[in-house]
């Protein structure tokens, strides 16, 4: 399309070329991996992903018809997950994880990441809002961090409900109506366990025991192998995806119960093992030139959605946080879609 229309302004933009510089460094990490056939393959077609983020910034949403059409219908689909998981509770009955409709423990994923835009966004229109809309926008928000939470997946939830949070205490400056907002918010969370007493001790007692605070912890075991293999490849890693391949050899030595998983659980520590420190150089350059063009048009624009456009991206690589594999099929379909409609609204 764009060498038809002869358009090639979107690639002057500071963000779009830092996606190119990591693509770039990428592919070259894995063509001096130790398997380059396969990591070259994954760098390769990981950039279809922040294309799709292009063409929804630049392109599509240029139309704000069609960006409507995009905010309505992720709601739209939240509402339809929130539907589905209910009936898998009401088939199956309450478990530590849900995975419909996928037959895969993603659902949560797919609420706290493809939903995250419309989450911040419906916040934000029940602080503008009066009246009946106002509630019917909070109760929505309240449905699908509720739902969030019956799936089992703890980061995600606190994806959402932090988010949801920040939105808040961003744009209402009361003190006393934001602290009355999030008594409110916490009701979601406080009825769970009142009703669920196991999901108590899966996200404040087990959560809390499997913090990465020492060797012991489970979520240590699965991030500790990044840093060693970073340490033996510091410059360019062993290339994108090789972690799950190449994590068991190059670990052997270590005296030690380490979990060599596909991933290690957190995008920075996979991008350092996977593409050393060039890598994760660039990595942290082109993210925060995606958070500074979010927070820009939320300072230039004081509309209601611009202004709170940066808290995606700053919600979904957020780096103290258990993370899904940075080049996997999953985690970037969902995680794109949000920051795609981030930068189509700023």
Wanted: positive net charge; contains cysteine.
């Amino acid at each position: 399309r764009s060498l038809k229309t002869r358009d090639t302004k979107w690639l002057k933009f500071l963000w779009v070329k830092l996606v190119f510089v990591f693509w770039g460094t990428c592919i070259l990490s894995a063509s001096m991996s130790p398997n380059p056939s396969y990591s070259l393959g994954e760098a390769f077609i990981w950039i279809r992903f922040p294309l799709f983020a292009m063409a929804s910034a630049f392109w599509l949403a240029r139309d704000r018809r069609l960006l409507r059409l995009m905010l309505i219908s992720t709601a739209f689909g939240l509402l339809l997950m929130c539907g589905i998981l209910a009936a898998e509770i009401a088939t199956e009955g309450v478990k530590s994880r849900l995975s419909w409709p996928y037959n895969d423990f993603v659902s949560g994923n797919y609420l706290a990441k493809v939903g995250l835009p419309v989450i911040v966004f419906s916040t934000a229109l029940f602080l503008s809002l009066r009246g009946f809309k106002s509630l019917l926008v909070g109760g929505f928000c309240l449905l699908v961090i509720g739902a969030t939470m019956m799936t089992g997946e703890r980061v995600n939830f606190l994806i959402l409900i932090c988010a949801a949070s920040l939105t808040i205490f961003y744009l209402e400056p009361s003190w006393i109506k934001r602290s009355l907002f999030t008594i409110l918010g916490s009701l979601v969370p406080i009825s769970i366990f009142a009703v669920f007493p196991d999901f108590f001790y899966r996200f404040i007692i087990s959560f809390i025991a499997e913090l990465p605070f020492n060797a012991d912890s489970q979520y240590y075991k699965a991030m500790a192998p990044a840093w060693a293999i970073f340490k033996i490849f510091p410059i360019l890693g062993i290339g994108p995806g090789n972690f799950r391949y190449e994590c068991q050899e190059l670990t052997a030595f270590l005296k030690s119960d380490y979990f060599c998983h596909n991933h290690p659980h957190n995008f920075y520590l996979q991008i350092l093992s996977e593409t050393g420190l060039l890598g994760l150089v660039s990595s942290a350059a082109f993210i925060g030139s995606i958070l500074f063009q979010c927070f820009r048009a939320g300072s230039s624009q004081r509309h209601v959605l611009q202004t709170t456009a940066w808290i995606i991206p700053f919600a979904l690589f957020w780096p103290i946080k258990a993370n899904a594999d940075f080049f996997g099929q999953w985690n970037n379909i969902f995680l794109w879609s949000a920051v795609a409609l981030a930068l189509s609204v700023a």
